[in-house]
């Protein structure tokens, strides 16, 4: 028999056990919940335990007071079964009579459930020492039968479980379980967001990528135009419009007065587009347009300001370097960069280009260009817009158009116009038109002031018309460079008595130079006499009358010939005078240069390349030309008219050019408003120079609705071709003017 006064043994799990007999592990939760007095906190009873088992060991005489005290023990708390239970022992004390009073409430015999659970105690001890004691069967069969006495150790090392505490679950199982729970949940998880991530991630992006897509013009720059030297007459800048979304505009009236000084439009008209405003269509207004066109230095000021519902966007827009010059013949652009007037206008499909287009995920609409880095981007490169190259000259073209000015200026002129020609290519190297205005600033100008009058003016040519008849009649052979005619002061066609105004007396012959050096009208009606109404007519549309020139601008007036089946009887004098017919500034000019051509018709053309956005330059076709007099025929009519230039008295002295022979003419004619005759004269003059080998082509038409200033277009064409021939280098003529007899 162990000895009862051995000293407590450590448990090989580390608790602290008593010796052979002592109740169970000392602090565990089932003894907490068991033998914790009410009102003691579970440490304040460990630590009782802990005192009582000590005093415990150390008495020898504990094992036979708890028989004798009925299976209490002296701490008040009852001590393990070892043994089989005595059949007769009832139990005594409270709690076995509680135990009974329990029992009897419930309708159980006391005594039957006393003996039933005795019979269960007595079981639970027995099969208790059989597996203590490993040395022999009847060694435990023989301490069965011992008095009862504390619990011997089991076979295993360690105290067998008090016999009235409750099993406790085994804590691994519970862990086991929860971490194969937690690893399901991840593996769920993750297989979910594989298949989310991979499989169906296209669809949930296309799903929603088209909420975020946003697309943004890139405007295509509009090609600039070019003199013939490579000097810029227009051009594009990059720049940026101010606009405004009045729904997030916080004070219109502040925001007013912001912008105001720095975009320079009145306050009232930025505050009608800062408030709200309801669209045609019902809608309100979101967008705003407060200015085009703004430098981009100025628009960074104004984004600095950093004002609720102002943004500024790319734009572009027109420059014109020169501002009037060229402007009537250039035209302008609108707020779109879509020509409107001029050459812009006429060629706007080869200037504009083509816009491209970014179409890209945005992180917020109301953000431009916020794109979503890596998001989807799909970019369409804009195709800038072709240049021109014109045949203009840009210094002689402001030469031209300072004399014309200075021409305006001295009479009360309405409009004027001048052309400069080269007659062997057609190119013009200056067209100027007068009035004028800034094609820089367009939309403050007045729409007449932007008429191009070389080609929208019609007026009667007169007597700058004569030259042509000379010439149908040259051709034909029905005069020639020696020719004279015995003119007479009238001569008569139908109900109007035509008379020249330096009347020559009849019998009296006068030469070809001399009758066109005075501008004789009856010598001219005698000549288209000859020559017939057909013929002269057939002669009028192949010096270009009757129809545009082609040059390339919009609007061009076509000018007027009468027809055969129009002509009266007043019209056999009439038509040979330059009256009855229409005609623009350009289209003698254009006449008069087939005759320095060697009577080949060039079309005039004011666009000599087209050059790609690559650099790549390409020539405009070549213009259709025609024969419409020999090169002798045109040769002999150049001497002819050198008389008006040459023959004192004439009317075309003061085109005279000092150092260079000078043939052409001066005229006087009508100007035809709806039918009827416009107050005022046409006054103009058209000439070639040198006469012998000519190389330009100047035209002044002016129009004088008072009267009364006398010949200014005779001066202006002088000025403006010295200046030409200076300008090309041009060497003085090398020979003098033929000696004119007017009455041999």
């Known amino acids: 028999m162990a000895d009862r006064s051995d000293p407590p043994r450590r448990d090989p799990r580390g608790s602290r056990r008593g010796g052979v007999g002592e109740p169970g592990p000392i602090g565990g939760i089932a003894d907490a919940r068991a033998y914790t007095p009410r009102g003691r906190t579970v440490r304040e009873s460990a630590e009782q335990r802990r005192t009582g088992r000590a005093e415990r060991s150390r008495d020898p005489f504990r094992p036979a007071l708890q028989v004798l005290d009925g299976g209490r023990s002296t701490s008040g708390r009852p001590p393990a079964r070892t043994g089989p239970a005595d059949p007769g022992d009832r139990g005594t004390g409270p709690r076995r009579d509680a135990d009974r009073r329990s029992t009897s409430r419930r309708g159980v015999d006391p005594d039957r459930a006393a003996r039933r659970g005795a019979d269960s105690n007595r079981h639970r001890s027995t099969t208790g020492h059989a597996g203590a004691d490993g040395k022999s069967r009847q060694a435990s069969s023989g301490s069965a039968r011992r008095a009862p006495g504390p619990a011997r150790q089991g076979t295993r090392g360690r105290p067998r479980r008090p016999a009235t505490l409750p099993r406790l679950a085994d804590p691994r199982r519970r862990l086991r379980l929860g971490t194969f729970l937690t690893l399901a949940m991840f593996v ?283 010439g149908a009649a040259l051709e034909e052979g029905l005069i020639g460079p020696d020719t004279t005619l015995d003119l007479g002061p009238t001569i008569r066609k139908g109900d109007t008595t035509f008379r020249d105004t330096r009347p020559i007396e009849a019998g009296v012959a006068t030469s ?72 623009t500034p350009l289209q003698m000019a254009a006449a008069y240069a087939a005759i320095a051509n060697d009577g080949v018709y060039v079309p005039p053309r004011l666009v000599r390349e087209i050059v790609d956005e690559h650099g790549q330059r390409a020539p405009t076709e070549a213009p259709t030309t025609r024969r419409v007099l020999s090169a002798d025929n045109a040769a002999a009519l150049r001497m002819i008219m050198e008389g008006v230039t040459t023959i ?33 004269a046409v006054t103009s003059f058209i000439g070639m120079a040198p006469a012998d080998d000519p190389r330009y082509v100047v035209a002044v038409v002016s129009h004088t609705p008072g009267g009364g200033c006398g010949d200014v277009a005779a001066p202006a064409f002088r000025d403006m071709m010295r200046f030409t021939l200076l300008h090309y280098r041009v060497p003085p003529t090398g020979t003098e003017p033929p000696e004119f007899v007017v009455h041999p």
């Open 188 to 470: 769920v998880i993750g297989i979910r967001l594989i298949v989310l991530q991979v499989v169906d991630a296209p669809a949930y992006a296309d799903g929603g990528v088209w909420d975020r897509i946003g697309s943004v013009v890139v405007p295509a720059p509009r090609g600039s135009i070019y003199d013939r030297t490579g000097a810029v007459l227009a051009h594009s800048v990059a720049a940026r419009f101010v606009y405004s979304d009045p729904g997030l505009v916080e004070d219109p009236q502040a925001t007013a007065e912001a912008l105001s000084p720095l975009l320079g439009i009145p306050r009232s008209t930025l505050l009608d587009r800062l408030v709200p405003q309801t669209r045609e269509d019902g809608q309100e207004s979101r967008f705003e347009f407060l200015a085009r066109g703004v430098d981009v230095e100025l628009a960074d000021q104004v984004m600095d300001l950093e004002l609720a519902g102002i943004g500024v966007d790319y734009d572009e827009r027109r420059e014109v370097p020169g501002n009037d010059l060229a402007a009537n013949l250039l035209g302008f652009v609108g707020l779109d960069m879509n020509g409107l007037e001029g050459i812009e206008a006429r060629y706007d499909e080869v200037l504009r280009g083509v816009n491209g287009q970014r179409i890209a995920e945005q992180g917020n609409r109301d953000l431009r260009l916020a794109e979503i880095p890596g998001g989807y981007r799909q970019e369409t490169e804009p195709q800038p817009g072709s240049s021109l190259v014109l045949t203009i000259d840009r210094d002689l073209q402001y030469e031209v158009q300072r004399i014309l000015s200075a021409t305006l200026e001295q009479c009360a002129v309405s409009v004027a116009a001048a052309v400069v020609l080269d007659p062997r290519t057609g190119e013009v190297l200056a067209q100027a038109s007068e009035p004028t205005y800034n094609a820089a600033d367009a939309w403050s100008s007045d729409p007449s002031d932007r008429q191009d009058i070389a080609t929208t003016f019609t007026a009667e040519p007169g007597s700058v018309h004569k030259p042509l008849v000379l």
């Open 648 to 680: 004192p008295g004439a009317t075309g002295t003061a085109a005279a050019v000092p150092g260079y022979r000078v043939a052409g003419k001066t005229g006087t004619g009508r100007r035809i408003v709806n039918g009827s005759v416009a107050p005022g």
């Open 512 to 583: 070809l130079a001399g009758m066109l050096a005075y501008s004789s009208n009856v010598g001219t009606i005698k000549i288209a006499d000859q020559l017939g109404p057909e013929r002269l007519h057939a002669y009028q549309q192949a010096f270009g009358l009757g129809s545009p020139t082609g040059v390339g601008l919009p609007g061009e007036a076509s000018g007027r010939v009468l027809p055969l089946d129009e002509w009266s009887a007043s019209s056999y004098g009439s038509v040979p005078l330059g009256h009855s017919v229409d005609a």
